[in-house]
């Protein structure tokens, strides 16, 4: 099946640094790419819609200069947490649709952010 | 109101036992619904479609109603491998975005 990769798995950061999280599909091309965000025991939360060559599109909620999303290309889609908070230490897994069959969607393994 | 609903549970259930699962959705243009299933720390797995006819895979039956707005998961027999979470899931095919359930925790015990 599709895969989809994200880079690190796990990152430990202090607080104000700014942290990137990259997520790639290895064998497909994606022009829409999905941000989730979890916290323990709760649900994934959509955080964001990054749409390849344009701007990405934000759920109700969530900062978008806080949360810096880059899909520069078919395969590639980077989220940035700015100036990180210990209340931003979740769980963040990516997903990715195929170009040729968006109804599909694929998730990465996830990236465990804890903020110290 | 949320999107998706689910009971969060826990179920606790013995092996061989059979347990439901019930999910409700407020979006009545939802065109696609799932079960995913994900275990501790990991990312979400794809369990099953659900389709209006209902839908069997092995011990896992699946079932939609859209005039209810709900969909259902039935585990037959169950294993002790089957503890995790599993979560509803609802594609709106504008955009494309799929919004989960909180997900229900299911624990079968020996």
């Known amino acids: 099946g599709a895969v989809v990769s994200q880079h690190p798995s796990r990152v430990i950061c202090k607080s104000g640094t700014s942290v990137k999280i990259e997520c790639r599909s290895l064998?497909?091309?994606?022009?829409?790419m999905f941000w989730y965000r979890q916290f323990p025991k709760k649900s994934l939360m959509l955080m964001a819609t990054?749409?390849?060559?344009?701007?990405?599109?934000?759920e109700q909620g969530v900062e978008k200069d806080k949360f810096l999303i880059n899909h520069a290309s078919l395969t590639l889609s980077t989220l940035t947490v700015t100036s990180a908070h210990p209340e931003d230490s979740s769980f963040y897994i990516c997903?990715?649709?195929?170009?040729?069959?968006?109804?599909?969607?694929?998730f990465g393994p996830g990236t465990r952010l804890t903020v110290t | 109101r949320k999107e998706v609903e689910q009971d969060p549970g826990p179920f606790n259930v013995p092996e061989g036992a059979t347990v439901a699962f019930n999910c409700t959705y407020s979006?009545?243009?939802?065109?696609?619904f799932f079960w995913y299933r994900q275990d501790c720390r990991k990312e979400p797995k794809l369990l099953m479609s659900?389709?209006?006819s209902g839908n069997e895979d092995g011990r896992f039956t699946a079932q939609l109603n859209r005039a209810s707005q709900y969909i259902s998961l039935l585990i037959r027999d169950s294993k002790l491998s089957d503890s995790a979470t599993y979560l509803c899931a609802v594609l709106n095919t504008g955009g494309f975005k799929t919004i989960f359930g909180a997900g229900t925790r299911l624990f079968v015990k020996a």
């Open positions: 997903s990715a649709n195929p170009t040729s069959a968006e109804h599909e969607q694929y």
């Open positions: 979006n009545s243009a939802s065109q696609s």
């Open positions: 990054s749409n390849e060559g344009s701007k990405a599109t934000y």
């Open positions: 064998d497909f091309q994606a022009t829409t």
């Open positions: 659900v389709y209006s």
